[in-house]
């Protein structure tokens, strides 16, 4: 998903800094698979310690907390997982070096003189909504699954009642109320698609981002998944009955423990979400999306052997213990041959290999990801699902989680299951030509126009929309033929006369 899935341009979002006369703030720009992204270092020192934070401004991501680095001789070396930063402060004070990810290599090269410009063009995002909007918009707040309050948006229809409403809910990591990601919204461009056909929506900023309360560093996926159910009882609470779940990657496998557990749900909007547990959604992904990218033969064989010895001894511990899991991983290791070795290690030392992984996996958020079997939340479903993946989504494999989802649904025997698999779109439901996470900021398309629409028609029919409609129409269709009876009775009598 998102949080461990966007390759080289997230996973940028997870490195480690430095120090020293390096202090302060560092700007760069970096050219990988033909995204240029600029990356700025803030750096404090105290007592001889280090911390930093790290900005993506062309991702709009800002003060990421780096996790450890040294600065030695006028050298600066950055590690984590399989990146390296190797600079060296030059006689001009600023730092020259060299990024390496796997097989990848590039300069980078920064100063403390801001850029402020981005190489990109300007995007275009011809999905975006446009005024005028013939719908309502209120701005709410709710409590969320815990002690705080999450903040969102309702869209609802001008003319109507009793309509449906759905609740988004988005995937992995910190996302606002729209999805927001590489300048794309999809959320909103889906809800206000939806409010043009009279059905409501509900979406929120996630717990711990923008205007919404809590922490979203702390906690898993149950987690989330109580702050969706706490969404769908303030709905309750306000009037609305016919309620459905409309939820994006790992908002499609929280939908599913939220319906499990509330029989009262009305459909579900599966987008690219699991029916696998994430020990082989990580799995698989990881080697597609790197084979994707580019990566050399050799890395990905050594990236194979390596993830699925580590990740299903991993999900299969009783409990998150980081010492279990540094045994794992150095057995891992033991795998490989030495030159294997010195790829999977990408510069980094055995025990610094060990303790990054043991900090990546240990995460409470990864750990229940990869434990956690969404079958059994599948199995408890028995409101009508909508299941769609992109035949490209190199991140939720369609054809994996699809067929899991369904057979899930047969052993709970509900019958209610549409799935579809769209030929071209990719893990964010836009048209694509590989998949990759290096497209999805370049396509124009926010959401598959297809997709929209096979999402109106099921819900239309999962909460007998349509038929309220039909009924609707053809009430007025009877008035108007009365009216014209009405007119030629008269103007019959008027001639007689």
Not at 51 to 68: H, N, V
Not at 193 to 215: F, W
Not at 221 to 226: I, K, P, T
Not at 431 to 455: C, N, Q, V, W
């Amino acid at each position: 998903m998102k949080r461990i899935s966007l390759f080289l341009m997230l996973s940028l979002l997870a490195l480690n800094t430095w120090s020293q006369d390096v202090s302060g703030s560092w700007y760069g720009r970096i050219s990988v698979m033909g995204n240029d992204l600029r990356l700025n270092f803030h750096i404090n020192e105290e007592a001889g310690q280090y911390s930093a934070t790290m900005d993506s401004p062309d991702q709009k991501a800002f003060g990421i907390p780096m996790q450890s680095a040294t600065y030695q001789d006028q050298v600066l070396i950055l590690k984590v997982s399989n990146i390296t930063y190797t600079a060296r402060l030059d006689s001009a004070g600023n730092l020259n070096g060299e990024f390496k990810q796997a097989g990848i290599k590039t300069e980078l090269y920064m100063t403390h003189q801001e850029l402020t410009d981005t190489i990109k063009q300007e995007v275009q995002r011809p999905q975006d909504p446009k005024p005028p909007f013939p719908y309502h918009s209120e701005e709410v707040k709710f409590k969320g699954g815990g002690n705080y309050e999450l903040a969102g948006t309702i869209f609802r229809p001008l003319k109507g009642e009793n309509y449906p409403i759905a609740v988004f809910i988005s995937g992995s990591g910190a996302q606002n109320r729209d999805e927001e990601l590489l300048d794309h919204k999809p959320f909103l461009v889906i809800a206000d698609y939806l409010a043009r056909k009279g059905i409501a929506s509900l979406r929120y900023d996630d717990r711990g981002t923008a205007e919404s309360g809590g922490n979203q560093h702390l906690g898993s996926s149950y987690e989330n998944a109580l702050d969706a159910a706490a969404a769908v009882e303030f709905l309750k609470a306000s009037g609305y009955e016919q309620i459905g779940l409309i939820g994006h990657s790992e908002g499609g496998l929280i939908a599913p423990m939220v319906a499990s557990k509330d029989s009262s749900i009305a459909f579900i909007i599966s987008l690219a979400g699991p029916g696998v547990s994430g020990a082989e959604i990580i799995k698989k992904q990881s080697i597609d999306i790197a084979k994707a990218e580019g990566t050399p033969e050799e890395s990905l064989e050594v990236q194979k052997i390596v993830s699925e010895y580590i990740f299903d001894r991993a999900a299969a511990l009783p409990e998150n213990d980081p010492d279990s899991i540094a045994s794992i991983i150095e057995q891992g290791l033991q795998l490989l041959n030495p030159e294997q070795v010195e790829i999977a290690l990408g510069g980094m030392s055995k025990e610094e290999y060990i303790q990054t992984s043991v900090q990546q996996i240990s995460n409470e958020w990864m750990f229940y990801f990869l434990c956690f079997d969404p079958r059994e939340a599948w199995k408890e479903v028995s409101c009508p699902v909508l299941a769609l993946n992109g035949e490209k989504d190199l991140q939720v494999n369609a054809d994996i989680n699809l067929g899991a989802i369904q057979q899930a649904l047969a052993e709970g025997k509900n019958p209610k299951l549409t799935s579809i698999k769209y030929p071209d779109l990719n893990h964010l439901f836009q048209h694509a030509t590989t998949g990759a996470p290096s497209e999805y900021a370049k396509i124009e398309e926010t959401f598959s126009p297809e997709a929209l629409r096979d999402m109106n028609k099921f819900i239309r029919k999962s909460t007998g929309l349509h038929q309220k409609m039909m009924r609707y129409i053809d009430g007025g269709v009877a008035v108007l033929l009365l009216i014209l009876l009405f007119f030629v009775l008269k103007k019959t009598v008027k001639g007689n006369k």
